[in-house]
């Protein structure tokens, strides 16, 4: 078990697309498409070091949003 300490201020944000949820950058680490169909998307705030898995809807859902294209499930 180890600790970071780290100065205020002192913490450089890294470069990468963040959402923000309640003012907190969270930095997109990964995005992954489960074999069910549904996209997640992995966090990680920097800052507080915390990490969390979001589900971001399905395939289907997300390609409904594409313009022009449409979803079609082979199973």
Same mark, same amino acid.
């Given at each position: 078990?180890?600790?970071?300490?780290?100065?205020?201020?002192?913490?450089?944000?890294p470069?990468?697309?963040?959402?923000?949820?309640?003012? %907190?950058?969270?930095l997109i680490t990964d995005l992954s498409i489960s074999a069910s169909g549904y996209v997640s998307i992995k966090?990680?705030?920097? %800052?507080?070091?915390?990490?969390? %898995?979001?589900k971001a809807g399905t395939i289907g859902e997300l390609a409904a949003k594409?313009?022009?294209?449409?979803y079609k499930e082979d199973l």
């Open positions: 078990m180890g600790f970071i300490v780290n100065k205020i201020g002192q913490t450089k944000k470069d990468g697309h963040y959402l923000v949820k309640d003012g %907190i950058e969270w966090l990680h705030d920097p %800052i507080r070091l915390e990490n969390q %898995i979001v594409v313009s022009g294209f449409t």
